[in-house]
């Protein structure tokens, strides 16, 4: 009976630590797709990008685009430069609001639409955002990005993916972006070789 009475309570210990295990388990895993975590993973951009655009659904084209980021505010917020014959062509802004990962898109239509992370997972390098509000709307049906996709494919490769509408239609437009070299960029500097802002032909 003393025995059986040991076993039970050994047992009993032994459950509790696995359970114990489990529950850290998955409080790791719900820190580690945290909007913290993702903030972190985006800071990572920073640098000079090239690549190309294409759109698909009711708009169609494709063509070159570069894309700069840097961390502002005091390494608080992220800001993205997506970049055309060498002039910024559309902004976007990333950063943290409590436990939410927001963005604010400062758009070529001249609106302003203000996304949230809706999905993070980080140990595949995808977070989605979703439509929150906009400013500077002319009307309902205006031309606007109503979502993107992000797709950290390595330290190297992203994939940007907005989300637009326009009279009730529906565009996708994916941008595929390669870090630049820093030794390429250091050659565009001094004269020997293309920049960054101006790698591809017009």
């Not at 993973?41 to 990008?49: C, E, I, N, Q, Y």
Request: aromatic share 8%; hydrophobic share 40%; with cysteine.
């Amino acid at each position: 009976m003393h025995i059986n009475k040991e076993v039970r309570m050994i047992r009993k210990f032994l459950f509790n630590i696995l359970i114990a295990l489990a529950l850290a388990c998955f409080s790791y895993a719900q820190d580690d797709n945290s909007a913290a975590t993702a903030f972190g993973k985006l800071k990572s951009l920073t640098g000079d990008w090239e690549g190309t655009f294409e759109w698909t659904g009711a708009r169609k084209g494709t063509g070159s685009m570069n894309a700069a980021y840097y961390l502002s505010g005091n390494g608080s917020a992220l800001v993205e430069n997506l970049i055309m014959e060498g002039a910024p062509v559309m902004t976007s802004v990333y950063h943290l609001d409590g436990a939410a990962l927001r963005m604010t898109h400062y758009c070529g239509a001249q609106n302003q639409p203000r996304l949230k992370a809706e999905r993070i997972d980080v140990a595949h390098g995808a977070i989605d955002f979703g439509f929150v509000d906009i400013t500077n709307l002319r009307s309902a049906d205006a031309p606007h990005v109503h979502g993107l996709e992000l797709r950290l494919t390595d330290s190297n490769h992203i994939t940007v993916s907005f989300l637009f509408q326009s009279d009730g239609k529906e565009s996708h437009e994916k941008i595929v972006l390669k870090r630049v070299d820093k030794k390429s960029s250091e050659k565009g500097k001094d004269g020997s070789g293309p920049s960054a802002s101006y790698c591809f032909p017009t």
